[in-house]
């Protein structure tokens, strides 16, 4: 069965400051695996996603995130954070085979920047 | 890039009625549609797996005869919630998944039943 971890519910950082949001996966198979974003009373956007190419991926708003498989993680991180940063993220993963494209939520995490 | 809308953003209606909340894809074909529903400072939960031009395939402990789920066609699927009751006031979103295997999701829509 597939799950994924988020530690930290609530992650606070500086204006400025290094974001560091962190996501474990465990799937028998190879995943697909996307790092969406909520602002409140919002639906989700996509910020990024793996789909077995390179193991760096960029997304939207400087965020890029790395898939590695030896430690099944796939941390979202951004150099300097801003205020417009702040939001709900969530990182979810599906099955690469599976035909339904059915997603499992991580229970997310809660980013705070303080100016 | 791939837009998924809701209609409407936000319901009040009285116990007892029913609701009826869209989902449309507005420039793509999506086969599959997808409907969460979230709680307050919680993930979203899978409520049901909507495919076009067939039944809905419902998570375990989502009742099908109260969410009913409707792909009439390849940009839009509708859910129906039936006799709505307070404990069903919540957010609920939709996703359509692309050719691409990703999905892209509604604003969500805000149901309370009073």
């Known amino acids: 069965a597939q799950s994924v971890t988020q530690l930290g519910s609530h992650v606070s950082v500086s204006e400025g400051a290094l974001v560091l949001l962190r996501c474990n996966y465990s799937?028998?198979?190879?995943?697909?695996l996307f790092w969406y974003v909520q602002y409140p009373n919002q639906g989700l956007q996509l910020l990024l996603k793996?789909?077995?190419?390179?193991?760096l991926v960029k997304g939207i708003n400087g965020f890029e995130a790395e898939f590695k498989k030896s430690e099944t993680s796939f941390h979202l991180t951004k150099p300097s954070a801003h205020m417009s940063d702040a939001a709900e993220y969530f990182c979810?993963?599906?099955?690469?085979?599976?035909?339904?494209?059915?997603?499992?939520f991580g229970q997310g995490t809660t980013l705070q920047v303080k100016p | 890039g791939a837009v998924v809308s809701q209609h409407p953003s936000w319901v009040i209606c009285k116990s007892g009625t029913s609701v009826k909340i869209e989902c449309r894809s507005l420039?793509?074909?999506?086969?599959?549609m997808f409907w969460y529903r979230q709680f307050p400072k919680q993930s979203l939960m899978l409520m049901a797996t909507?495919?076009?031009?067939?039944?809905?395939?419902?998570e375990q402990g989502v009742e099908k005869d109260k969410f009913l789920i409707n792909h009439a066609s390849l940009t839009l699927s509708t859910l129906t919630v039936t006799s709505a009751h307070p404990e069903d006031s919540s957010f609920y979103i939709c996703?359509?998944?692309?050719?691409?295997?990703?999905?892209?999701f509604g604003p969500g829509t805000r149901l309370t039943v009073l």
């Open positions: 996703s359509a998944r692309a050719s691409s295997d990703t999905q892209y």
């Open positions: 799937s028998s198979v190879p995943p697909y």
């Open positions: 793996y789909t077995s190419a390179a193991t």
């Open positions: 979810a993963v599906s099955l690469v085979s599976s035909n339904t494209g059915k997603l499992i």
């Open positions: 420039d793509f074909q999506a086969t599959t």
């Open positions: 909507s495919n076009e031009g067939s039944k809905a395939t419902y």
